[in-house]
C-alpha cells in the first residue's frame, strides 16, 4: 500500500459526512497510531506498522526509558557472562530507519472517548488507533513487609532488567561464601515462566566459580517447576549438586526485607543472605487503570486476530499484559510475534481490507544454564477460529543443553533485537 | 466490539459498506472467509523474522540466515526435510511439526519473491 493511496482514501470523504463524530473518520492527513511501551512489542508494532503502510502511518512510539533492557539474556548479567550495556538496545533505528516518531514521556491517562491519551508532561496524542504494550506491573500490596522503607533497595525482583539487575548482581559479589541466595517464583502467569528457573542456574554458576559452599534455594509457589522442568532439574542434579535445592508449593506470605525472612503460606519461614523476591504480576498499571485488565483485574483479554481490547474499540493490547491463550507463555519472543498480527491488522483495517483470519506464529525461548550451555522450547501457535482462541502445537525441547544452543541463544537474541528494533 | 469499525476510511469500494454499518451500529462486518494471500503469507513469514534475519551481516552463523531471496524449492524441499525428520536440527525439526505443508511453501514462495 502506497502514502498515496492513504492520503487518497483520507482526502476522499465526500460520502462521510453524516458519520458520527466518534468514528474519527472525517478527518484529512495520515492515519495516526500511538503505541504505548517501548518493550519487544511496542517497539516491533511501531516499526512493522511503518514497514507494512509504505510508511503511511504515522505512527508515535511512548516510552520514558532512553533504551530497551532487555530482559532475556539479563540472567547472564547475574551469572557475569554479560554486562549490562551488552542487552542495552537504542530505539535510534526505529526513528532514523523506520520514522517513527518518539516521545520519552509517560502516558498518565487514556480518553478513549476522545481517541487521545493524556502524556506525563500535560500534552495530548491523538489516535485512530492506541497500541498499549504496558509489560507487567509487580504486585506488592500482599507483602506488608515490602511496604516498609528501604524494603526495595534490601529485597529485590530484577524482574524488570535494569538497575534492579545490577543491584541483584551487586549483592551476590558482597555475600560471603557459604551463604544463601533464595529465589521465589509466584504462580503462573507470570512473565518469563523459565526465567527463575535460568536465574537459579546462573547464581550457581557464579556460587560454583567463586563462592563453591554457597547455596542457591528455589522456592516455587507453584507444585512442580513451570518450564523445562525435567531439564532444569536434571542441569541442578548434574551440574550444582549441593548448590541448587528446588522447593515447591512455597507460595510467599510476607517478607521481613531488613533481616532477609521469608514466610510461606504453608511451609516455616526461612531467612536468606539475598533475597530474590519475583512477585506475583498483573498487566502494566496504565492497562489496569483505564479498566482494561478485565480477567481476574490482572490480564487484558484481546481479540486474537487483532489484538484489539474485548472492552474498547480501537485500542489494541500486546504482550506480557494480555489474558494468554492456552500455551502462550509471557516472553519477548511472543510479543514480537503477537505485534506483528497486531500491526498487519491495524494496518489492513485503516485501509479497509480484511484482517488475516489466520494468524500463525511461533515462540522460541533459550535458557542459559551455565555462562556457554543453553536449552530451548518451542511451540507453534495457530487461530482456532471456532473457539476464537490461540492453540498451541506440542512443545519441542532440547534433549540437553549443549554449547551449541548456547551459540544459537546468542545468535537469537542479537536477530530479535534487529527485527524489534533495527 | 466493532471489528471494522475503524477510523479510517476505507477504500471506495468498501467505503459505503463501512458507513451503512456504522450508521445502523451494526456491531461487526464480520470475519473475512480468506484474507489476501500475500499479505496473508507476509503475516506468517514475519513470524520467522524474529530468528531469521540479516542482523549479523556477512558474519551470520551457520542457522538464523535471513531468508529473502532464498531459492523457492530448496527452502519449501529444507522445510519439508526438518518435518519428515530427515534433516537434522536444534529447532526447526520441531517448528515445522506445528505447519500444514501448505502453508511451509506459502511462506517459502514469499521468502523467494523478497529482495535479499
Request: net charge positive.
Amino acid at each position: 500500500m502506497s502514502r498515496r493511496h492513504f492520503l487518497h482514501t483520507a482526502l476522499g470523504l465526500g460520502g462521510l459526512a453524516t458519520l458520527p463524530a466518534w468514528s474519527g473518520i472525517a478527518r484529512p492527513g495520515p492515519a495516526r497510531v500511538v503505541v504505548v511501551g517501548g518493550g519487544y512489542g511496542g517497539a516491533t508494532a511501531a516499526k512493522y506498522l511503518r514497514l507494512w503502510s509504505d510508511h503511511g502511518i504515522e505512527v508515535t512510539l511512548v516510552e520514558p526509558s532512553a533504551a530497551l533492557v532487555s530482559c532475556p539474556l539479563s540472567n547472564l548479567v547475574l551469572g557475569g557472562s554479560q554486562t549490562l550495556a551488552d542487552i542495552t538496545l537504542g530505539y535510534d533505528a526505529l526513528v532514523a530507519r523506520h520514522g517513527v516518531r518518539l516521545i520519552r514521556d509517560r502516558v498518565s491517562a487514556l480518553e478513549p472517548e476522545r481517541r487521545r491519551v493524556r502524556l506525563g508532561s500535560g500534552d495530548t496524542l491523538a489516535y485512530d488507533r492506541l497500541v498499549l504494550a504496558p509489560g507487567v506491573d509487580l504486585i506488592w500490596d500482599e507483602l506488608p513487609g515490602m511496604a516498609r522503607p528501604g524494603a526495595h533497595d534490601a529485597v529485590l525482583h530484577a524482574w524488570k532488567a535494569g538497575p534492579q539487575t545490577a543491584a541483584l548482581r551487586a549483592q551476590l559479589q558482597a555475600m560471603p561464601d557459604g551463604g544463601i541466595c533464595a529465589i521465589t517464583v509466584p504462580r503462573l502467569p507470570y512473565r518469563c515462566p523459565p526465567g527463575p528457573y535460568e536465574r537459579a542456574c546462573q547464581v550457581a554458576h557464579y556460587f560454583a566459580r567463586h563462592k563453591p559452599r554457597s547455596k542457591v534455594l528455589v522456592l516455587d509457589a507453584n507444585a512442580d517447576v513451570t518450564s523445562k522442568g525435567a531439564l532444569f532439574k536434571q542441569v541442578w542434579a548434574e551440574r550444582y549438586p549441593g548448590i541448587v535445592e528446588y522447593r515447591p508449593r512455597h507460595a510467599v506470605l510476607d517478607v521481613d526485607a531488613a533481616t532477609r525472612r521469608v514466610q510461606f503460606e504453608f511451609e516455616p519461614e526461612l531467612q536468606a543472605d539475598v533475597l530474590n523476591l519475583i512477585p506475583p504480576m498483573r498487566a502494566g498499571q496504565l492497562a489496569v487503570q483505564a479498566g482494561l485488565a478485565t480477567h481476574q483485574g490482572r490480564w487484558c483479554e484481546v481479540d486474537f486476530l487483532s489484538f484489539e481490547s474485548s472492552v474498547a474499540s480501537g485500542i489494541h493490547i500486546l504482550g506480557d499484559a494480555i489474558q494468554s491463550a492456552p500455551g502462550m507463555p509471557k516472553s519477548g519472543h511472543m510479543a514480537n510475534q503477537q505485534a506483528k498480527v497486531c500491526a498487519a491488522a491495524i494496518v489492513a483495517a485503516l485501509a479497509g481490507q480484511d484482517i488475516n483470519p489466520q494468524p500463525l506464529y511461533n515462540n522460541a525461548c533459550y535458557s542459559f544454564v551455565s555462562d556457554r550451555d543453553a536449552m530451548h522450547v518451542v511451540s507453534v501457535h495457530r487461530y482456532d477460529a471456532a473457539r476464537k482462541t490461540m492453540t498451541a502445537s506440542p512443545l519441542g525441547l532440547s534433549s540437553a543443553p549443549s554449547e551449541l544452543e548456547g551459540r544459537h541463544a546468542l545468535t537469537w537474541a542479537r536477530h530479535i533485537w534487529s527485527d524489534t528494533l533495527g | 466490539m466493532t471489528r471494522l469499525a475503524h477510523s479510517w476510511p476505507a477504500p471506495a469500494g468498501r467505503r459505503l459498506q463501512v458507513a451503512l454499518t456504522l450508521m445502523l451500529g451494526s456491531a461487526s462486518l464480520g470475519i473475512p472467509a480468506h484474507a489476501d494471500p500475500n499479505t496473508q503469507a507476509r503475516a506468517w513469514a514475519a513470524a520467522c523474522t524474529g530468528c531469521h534475519n540479516g542482523a549479523d551481516g556477512a558474519e551470520t552463523p551457520a542457522g538464523m540466515k535471513p531468508l529473502a531471496g532464498a531459492n523457492r524449492d530448496a527452502m519449501l524441499d529444507k522445510l519439508l526435510r526438518f518435518k519428515a525428520g530427515q534433516l537434522p536440527a536444534t529447532v526447526m525439526q520441531q517448528l515445522t511439526q506445528g505447519y500444514e505443508d501448505a502453508e511451509l511453501r506459502a511462506i517459502a514462495d514469499y521468502f523467494s519473491r523478497q529482495q535479499p
